[in-house]
């Protein structure tokens, strides 16, 4: 037998050469598992060949199929290769195995995909005599090719004892379809098991027939009692006969089945006809307000204009379920010209809340210009209006803004309130016109509120204001007030200069306006008007509003400011304050200039028992974020803050003193002793043996660990390799300035063990990666030298340690030593 090379060798050859006739005889041979792999040097061969020399492969296949010493294995494969390759001339070789038990399904798969006539009589002929399994593949197929010459063969074996057989003969003549079939189907009275079966298939034969014959086989279906074949019929009937259906149809929507009920909505739901609709409608009076709701939903997904009347009178139902179908109804199948039906209906709030939400919902074309003609029939306006905002139809700005001059005061309003919901940047030129026209103060104010709205909304908020500062001049003292407040909204030149304007005017009710908008100015450009009125205005009040204003742009993040500007601009406002309020102010702020020079400011505020509380919030927050870029500065106010009586303040020092001074809490000079194991022991046993180290034992020999050091962690492969199933240990002295609580933070990979001072004060077996601060111990440092010994045991791959030591604060322990001896 060829190896795998050299088969690869015989399929880059002609398929006419000796080596590929070797190759069949291989494959007749063939048996899954042989070194040989014919297989798969037959598919190599088919996919190398070109599709019109696929008649000589074909010659070979038939060989192997029709050879009676060929395995079974090698005619399958030849059987798999045929399906590709196979034409009508392979009928006669893949025939004979049609009635083999095993090989069946491998021939019956090559003459299905032939799609011949040829193919098909071969299998109607192997029916009659083949065995059970056989016949259900046969079937299978014929009935998958719809050949209508095998209904007499499928309608004797519909009748067969073998259940499995008689199954596979039914569900073949629901395929293959036809009068003749239709007429085998209905003759049947199978056993119950086969039922389902049954019915299904008059339901599928149903589909292949004319109109009349497809109705009687439904009906047959319908008078039995299989629930998931009797809608599938009364489906089929909708779509055979809509007439016929509609009434049965009724009937399930009617009835207690609740499967056969939600089956017949959902053909209502899905199937077009006229008199499925009308039949649909009659019923809907004579149903209970539950069955309503669904039938309503069902009527609007099918989309039949013809249901859209009817339909809309139920949005006035009192049953929440059944209006909320209808709206949902509504919107779904209404147009343009629904729009104005439904908003005659509107005549009461609730209804026009209904409305207004079908309306919104609406997805034909044409629905915002239906509402904005709507608004010229007064009859429709606050219905029009309502479902306008509901809606968010921009379309119906310009007939609002008609609406805003009516001689009804009513309408106005409604007509203002949808221009404050709706109306953009791009109509404030013509809001503002009609804010000047305005009839009287409750109008104005009204007026003005729509600006604010639409000033809220607008993306270009300079070019919004634009168009509303042309009109400063024009409008009465309220109204400039209202504009001045919404300079803060842009905060450009223009709106800032209109405030300078107001200062100047004389007018005390217009400098209020402008000082308070101002002091809510959203960038840095109002800062100096704010300095000047801080120190210079005559209003006390006004002195106070501008100050805090001022305060508040130096903390501002959006201000653009640098620290140093905003710390300067906090000194200015500290020295111009005079009340504890203010100062407060600028010491909650000065932890956003977020530099050396506002923590400075904040050591001095410290020290004023009026400005204390708020100056250690402050500088808690300020010393955590300078800790990194200023760690001097930062520990001297850190340290001072940890007597803080505000445990808030006290917390967040002790973590910038503790994350100051974690790198020199971790101690990195040892002596190692090791590698000890011993035979048979793992990592665990090598953890609880006691060696020299520990005992006391002679011939100890230490020595500085020189390798593997880290910022936070011993790399004990690097110091001292890779071992397994091991341990190491390592001793180091503590001097401590006086006796003192601490607390030994211990992180290992894997076990660790500690003494201090010859007492075992950890032991932990654990297989992990290392990370600092796994383990945390309270021991006592005695004055003077104090020696921790470690032991490292290992299981296998990775290997460290790490070792801190802090006070219970977890802040270094000042003073303390580490010696390695």
């Known amino acids: 037998m060829m190896n795998r090379i050299a088969l690869t060798v015989a399929v880059l050859a002609l398929a006419a050469s000796p080596a590929t006739a070797d190759l069949w005889s291989d494959l007749a041979a063939y048996e899954y598992g042989d070194e040989s792999n014919a297989g798969e040097a037959v598919e190599k061969l088919l996919q190398d060949t070109p599709v019109g020399e696929y008649g000589r492969l074909e010659k070979g296949l038939i060989g192997v199929v029709a050879r009676g010493d060929a395995t079974e294995t090698g005619k399958a494969i030849a059987c798999r290769m045929l399906q590709q390759v196979g034409t009508e001339a392979c009928i006669p070789a893949v025939s004979a195995l049609l009635g083999d038990e095993v090989l069946s399904h491998y021939a019956r798969l090559v003459l299905e995909r032939l799609k011949s006539a040829k193919a098909d009589a071969a299998m109607r002929d192997a029916l009659a005599r083949a065995p059970a399994s056989a016949a259900i593949g046969l079937l299978g197929s014929l009935g998958e090719r719809r050949d209508a010459e095998t209904v007499p063969a499928a309608a004797t074996l519909a009748r067969s004892e073998k259940t499995e057989v008689a199954a596979a003969a039914i569900q073949a003549l629901g395929e293959i379809g036809g009068s003749q079939a239709a007429e085998a189907l209905a003759s049947l009275k199978p056993e119950r098991v086969l039922v389902p079966v049954h019915m299904q298939a008059m339901v599928d034969c149903a589909s292949t027939l004319p109109a009349p014959e497809a109705v009687a086989l439904c009906e047959t279906v319908l008078a039995g009692d299989y629930g998931p074949a009797r809608i599938a019929a009364l489906r089929a009937l909708a779509s055979a006969d809509g007439a016929k259906a509609a009434p049965r149809i009724a009937k399930a929507v009617r009835g207690d089945d609740t499967m056969l009920r939600m089956g017949a909505l959902g053909i209502v739901a899905e199937t077009r006809g006229e008199a499925l609709t009308r039949a649909m409608l009659d019923l809907l009076a004579d149903l209970p307000p539950e069955r309503q709701a669904g039938l309503v939903r069902a009527l609007g997904t099918r989309g039949d204009k013809a249901a859209l009347e009817p339909l809309t009178k139920l949005i006035a139902s009192p049953d929440v379920p059944l209006r909320d179908a209808a709206v949902t109804a509504v919107a779904r199948l209404g147009d343009a010209g629904t729009v104005p039906v439904l908003l005659g209906m509107a005549d009461t709030d609730d209804l026009r809340a209904r409305v207004a939400e079908a309306i919104a919902r609406m997805t034909a074309d044409g629905i915002d210009e239906a509402l904005a003609r709507a608004l010229d029939d007064r009859g429709l306006q606050k219905a029009a209006i309502a479902a306008g905002i509901a809606r968010g139809a921009t379309a119906v700005v310009p007939g609002l803004l008609r609406l805003v001059k009516a001689d009804d005061a009513a309408v106005r309003q409604d007509a203002w309130a949808g221009v404050a919901a709706l109306a953009t940047a791009d109509h404030m030129a013509d809001v503002m016109k009609a804010l000047v026209d305005a009839k009287d103060e409750g109008e104005r104010a009204r007026a003005a509120d729509a600006v604010r709205k639409i000033v809220s909304r607008a993306e270009d908020k300079p070019a919004c204001f634009k168009a509303i500062a042309a009109h400063y001049d024009n409008v009465p003292d309220a109204t400039k007030g209202v504009i001045l407040e919404l300079g803060t909204a842009s905060g450009d030149a223009q709106a800032l200069e209109l405030q300078r304007q107001a200062l100047a005017s004389g007018n005390k009710d217009l400098r209020d306006r402008a000082v308070r908008a101002l002091a809510a100015w959203p960038n840095a450009s109002a800062a100096d008007d704010l300095l000047r009125l801080a120190k210079d205005a005559p209003e006390k009040v006004d002195r106070l509003v501008a100050l805090r204003g001022y305060i508040r742009i130096a903390g501002l993040p959006e201000a653009g400011l640098s620290a140093a500007q905003r710390t300067e601009m906090l000194q200015t406002a500290l020295g111009l304050a005079d009340r504890p309020e203010e100062k407060k102010l600028v010491v909650s702020s000065l932890q956003q200039a977020a530099g050396i020079e506002a923590l400075a400011m904040l050591k001095q505020c410290l020290a004023d028992p009026a400005l204390q509380a708020e100056a250690e919030v402050a500088a808690a927050n300020l010393c955590w974020d300078l800790r990194t870029s200023h760690p001097a500065d930062v520990a001297d106010v850190?340290?001072?803050?940890?007597?803080?009586?505000?445990?808030?303040?006290?917390?967040?020092?002790?973590?910038?003193?503790?994350?100051?001074?974690?790198?020199?809490?971790?101690?990195?000079?040892?002596?190692?002793?090791?590698?000890?194991?011993?035979?048979?022991?793992?990592?665990?046993?090598?953890?609880?043996?006691?060696?020299?180290?520990?005992?006391?034992?002679?011939?100890?020999?230490?020595?500085?660990?020189?390798?593997?050091?880290?910022?936070?962690?011993?790399?004990?492969?690097?110091?001292v390799g890779q071992e397994q199933r091991c341990c190491v240990y390592v001793r180091t002295t503590l001097v401590s300035p006086s006796t003192q609580p601490v607390l030994l933070g211990f992180g290992s990979d894997d076990g660790i063990k500690a003494w201090l001072n010859g007492k075992l004060v950890h032991d932990h077996w654990v297989t992990r990666s290392c990370a600092p601060g796994q383990d945390v111990v309270k021991a006592d440092l005695q004055e003077g030298p104090n020696v921790l010994l470690l032991k490292v045991s290992n299981e296998g791959s990775h290997w460290a340690f790490s070792c801190r030591v802090s006070q219970p604060s977890g802040l270094p322990v000042e003073g303390l030593k580490v010696k390695a001896e």
Not at 645 to 674: C, F, H, I, P, Q
Not at 688 to 705: C, D, N, R
């Open 638 to 719: 850190a340290q001072q803050l940890l007597q803080s009586k505000n445990k808030a303040v006290v917390e967040k020092a002790s973590k910038t003193m503790g994350d100051l001074g974690k790198g020199r809490a971790y101690v990195r000079n040892w002596l190692v002793s090791g590698v000890y194991r011993a035979e048979n022991m793992n990592g665990e046993a090598v953890h609880k043996a006691a060696f020299p180290p520990e005992t006391g034992g002679e011939g100890v020999e230490w020595k500085p660990l020189k390798k593997g050091g880290g910022k936070e962690a011993v790399n004990l492969e690097t110091a």
